[in-house]
């Protein structure tokens, strides 16, 4: 499907919110602990979506069927994960984050060969995710080479909150029939019910004593890259479909690294900008654009 000018918008609109998360986490962690920042993501997110359902007149669905798929979705798509990445940025950079949450596709993949019957692997999308895999291995070697530590229990919860995406893609197959906004406040809305309570125990949340810039952190962390970003990720979903909608996945590291290099100050190493140039390179197999774009020039 070919891409309209505005679905080029959104979709540079999509990575800068989306990468700005990994931003946004790094300044929350400084006051809040992670399953506060999620819990306080999704709850914020929620009530913003709720007062744009009610603007736009849509009503909220009473189907306990249809909550209970908006309930694992929540699971799969905004707790685990979520809770996976904030938790591993507590051991590494947002910006070694945002590049191995680009492997999301690489586990899409695999897990649509086994539990879809059109989304197969060919030996593009194989050879891709083989290269894509040995990336995240070129990644990891720095904090490997010192042993088995923290930093690479952070790396691994990373590439855990890819392979639950990749999961709720498939989940997310069952919703249909209702409309992408009702889709997002409902799978927020469970996941608020459950978090809430986690926090409350788990963290204490009464203790913290945020300065405006955490506060207003986790305020932008939730607004733009949690309900504003869902809104602009259905409407690509629908202007320039799921395929064109990989291209995110190139552009999200791009803008954490500007913001976590640029301002926070983040050092980077070499095999880390190596590995993501190899993930890269396996995210191309798999889309397959650039392939068929050298086979048209090798027919001209």
């Known amino acids: 499907m070919k891409m309209s000018s505005r679905a080029w918008v959104i979709l540079l ?51 306990l069927h249809l909550w209970g798929i908006f ?43 086994f539990f879809t019957a059109d989304e197969k692997l060919n030996r593009y999308k194989l050879l891709g995710v083989l290269v894509g895999y040995g990336g995240v291995v070129v990644m990891m070697q720095p904090s490997l080479a010192e042993g088995f ?8 919860a990373i590439l855990g909150a890819a392979l ?8 997310g197959k069952r919703l249909k029939g209702t409309s992408a906004l009702v889709n997002a406040f409902g799978m927020l809305a469970c996941s608020s019910v459950i978090m ?9 949340p ?4 945020p300065n405006w810039i955490s506060l207003s952190a986790v305020v932008a962390l939730a607004l733009f890259g949690t309900a504003l970003a869902y809104i602009f990720y259905f409407q690509l979903l629908a202007l320039a479909g799921a395929v064109n909608l990989l291209l995110v996945t190139f552009l999200i590291p791009v803008t954490a690294l500007l913001l976590g290099v640029g301002i926070l100050q983040e050092a980077i190493h070499p095999l880390a900008l190596l590995g993501m140039t190899i993930i890269f390179a396996g ?15 090798g027919k001209a």
């Open 13 to 63: 609109t999509l990575s800068v919110l989306w990468g700005g998360t990994f931003f946004f986490i790094e300044l929350a962690l400084v006051d809040f602990t992670p399953f506060t920042i999620v819990c306080l993501r999704v709850l914020i997110a929620a009530v913003a979506l709720f007062a744009y359902l009610k603007l736009k007149g849509e009503a909220v669905p009473r189907d």
């Open 196 to 204: 809430l309570p986690v926090a409350l125990i788990v963290d204490d």
């Open 149 to 156: 530590n923290f930093e690479s229990i952070g790396q691994l």
């Open 71 to 113: 309930l694992v979705m929540g699971l799969l798509n905004n707790i685990l994960p979520f809770s996976l990445i904030v938790w591993g940025q507590t051991h590494i950079t947002g910006s070694v984050a945002s590049i191995l949450n680009a492997t999301t596709p690489l586990f899409a993949v695999i897990l649509a060969h």
């Open 164 to 171: 639950s995406y990749g999961f709720a893609g498939i989940w």
């Open 283 to 297: 995210l191309a197999l798999i889309d397959g654009r650039i392939l068929n774009l050298f086979r048209k020039t």
């Open 206 to 209: 009464f203790s913290a004593n």
